[in-house]
């Protein structure tokens, strides 16, 4: 159950009722995601995993943390270890992680709260449940999401958002149906508090079951639908779509150099459909990803690993060497 909503959604701002005969994006593919593990052993679904890399652009990854309920001294997370050139997005469903960087940002986050991280030039940090969560046990749940930088930023100085759960923008379907949780981006004229370095939306909705929610979309940005849980149906056609399974739907991002005649998502709920939304303007450059960086070209991860290997990319701080 998600920690951040509200009694009655119609109590917000509500998004614009659906015109009749507006195209809606078609969708392209419905792929399940594959299981494995994490930093310490802690199990993911890697969302993202089972697409092609170009219908991604601008993202890289995502894995779906938990959810899980921990006995006492099983909670894990993950050592210090490096990253450059793109940022990592970590919301919080429900549970606590501990963040801590090379460049002094850190915190705790917990029940609906996102820290965003832009690792840039090079940072170190660390994500691990606290120390009386490891201790007692308890429910763990989120994501992490990898956002791509175009290589003029890839450089850029490190930089680190705390977003709580307060912060988030909430909003309704037109007919109260469903709870919408912007993240980050715009939605019909709705602002996300994430400050994105690539422009896009990223959303996390509950769609009750029955309900229909249906979501405008930028022309230019591509777009996603992963179900934490629940079933329910995606785009124009009625795609059938379960827990674990990434969507893909027709658009910019998917046909270069056309844009998609489609003007917004539809996501249909059998049961309580948890779902996140993402999509972004594709950055359209080559990607060399490997391990904790994500740059350009081969000579660019190199020089990265150089890098990190000197003492160029921070230093962990004193007392958690």
């Known amino acids: 159950m998600p920690a951040v909503t509200v009694e009655n959604p119609l109590s917000l701002p509500r998004l614009p009722e659906p015109t009749a005969g507006s195209p809606e994006r078609e969708v392209l593919a419905v792929e399940t995601a594959p299981s494995g593990f994490e930093g310490e052993g802690f199990p993911v679904r890697r969302a993202l995993a089972a697409i092609k890399p170009a219908y991604l652009d601008p993202f890289v990854m995502m894995d779906q943390m938990g959810e899980v309920d921990y006995a006492a001294g099983e909670p894990k997370g993950t050592p210090w270890h490096p990253h450059r050139g793109f940022e990592t997005v970590t919301y919080m469903i429900d549970g606590v992680m501990d963040h801590l960087d090379s460049n002094g940002g850190g915190g705790s986050i917990t029940n609906g709260d996102t820290q965003w991280m832009t690792a840039g030039a090079g940072i170190l940090h660390k994500e691990a449940p606290p120390e009386w969560l490891v201790q007692q046990g308890g429910l763990f749940h989120g994501i992490q999401l990898w956002v791509n930088l175009p290589g003029a930023k890839k450089m850029i100085a490190p930089k680190y958002q705390d ?76 795609r059938p779509f379960h827990s674990g399974q990434l969507a893909v739907f027709d658009g910019f991002g998917n046909r270069p150099g056309l844009l998609t005649s489609g003007e917004s998502l539809t996501i249909t709920a059998k049961d309580t459909l948890e779902v996140i939304v993402l999509g972004g303007e594709p950055i359209g450059e080559p990607v060399a990803h490997y391990g904790p960086f994500v740059m350009n070209t081969r000579a660019e991860l190199v020089q ?18």
């Open 163 to 238: 977003i709580g759960s307060a912060s988030v923008t909430l909003l309704s379907s037109h007919d109260g149906g469903a709870l919408v949780r912007l993240i980050a981006g715009d939605l019909a004229g709705n602002v996300g508090p994430g400050s994105t370095q690539t422009p896009i939306t990223l959303l996390h909705a509950t769609v009750s079951p029955g309900a229909r929610l249906v979501l405008p979309w930028r022309k230019d940005f591509n777009a996603l639908a992963y179900a934490l849980s629940g079933r329910g149906t995606v785009g124009a056609g009625r």
């Open 304 to 321: 990265a690993f150089e890098d990190f290997q000197a003492g160029r990319l921070g230093t962990i701080p004193a007392g958690h060497v």
